[in-house]
């Protein structure tokens, strides 16, 4: 299995900064990443795929990038609905892997 | 407009054997490339992949969970289903099906299964 390490584990941050969060495969996964976004008592929400596609209607502060093995993700001017868990995923090989997740919060 | 929903039991007895649904509408699974996969999260805890069926009927297991999982597709390619055999507290999770396109681009609303004497 492919493993995803995921940091930071939890992230504080003020209004407007901005914030990055990255992950790191067991192995080549050839930009077959996505994050996602999770909100309490939600399902995930698709944020990025293919490491640095944008999902429909998702805000452009968000971006993705990397190649390989290492990813991240970032957040450009850090709004009050980005507290959220976020995780990353990869899809290049079954089982598809999930990172254990960065909680992210209003510092 | 793509929707997915689970639907299952709520609760069972540890060792039983867990059925769950996923109906979905807005897209056809037997569109080339579709893939529906289960995936499961703990309270509090990440997401778990646990099984995937595609459009050409392929299915694909966590080796993890594998022995004790089986699913399925309806013939209309509107339902996909998961069993889980043997079920113990560790399978306590809420559980979703999503569609894969373009990654995993739409979720049901999660069915929150309960594994307790």
């Known amino acids: 299995d492919i493993q995803m390490t995921q940091s930071p584990a939890s992230l504080s941050a003020s209004l407007g900064e901005t914030v990055t969060i990255e992950c790191r495969a067991s192995e080549d996964i050839y930009s077959n990443l996505a994050w996602y976004q999770q909100k309490p008592g939600n399902s995930p929400q698709l944020l990025i795929y293919?490491?640095?596609s944008l999902a429909d209607g998702v805000p452009s502060r968000f971006s993705g990038s990397g190649s390989g093995t290492q990813y991240s993700l970032k957040i450009n001017s850090l709004q009050s609905e980005d507290v959220a868990s976020y995780f990353c995923q990869q899809y290049n090989n079954y089982p598809n892997t999930f990172g254990a997740g960065t909680k992210l919060e209003l510092k | 407009q793509v929707t997915l929903k689970e639907s299952g039991p709520g609760m069972l007895q540890p060792s039983k054997t867990l059925s769950l649904t996923c109906s979905f509408s807005g897209f056809s699974l037997s569109t080339s490339g579709m893939v529906v996969s289960w995936i499961r999260q703990p309270s509090g805890k990440s997401l778990e992949w646990l099984a995937a069926?595609?459009?050409?009927?392929?299915?694909y297991y966590n080796p993890s969970l594998k022995s004790r999982l089986t699913v399925s597709k309806d013939t209309s390619n509107t339902q996909v289903f998961l069993k889980i055999t043997s079920v113990d507290i560790a399978d306590t999770a809420t559980y979703y099906c999503?569609?894969?396109?373009?990654?995993?681009?739409?979720w049901g609303q999660g069915v929150m299964v309960t594994v307790s004497s």
């Open positions: 999503a569609r894969r396109r373009l990654g995993f681009d739409y």
């Open positions: 293919d490491a640095n």
């Open positions: 069926i595609d459009w050409d009927g392929d299915k």
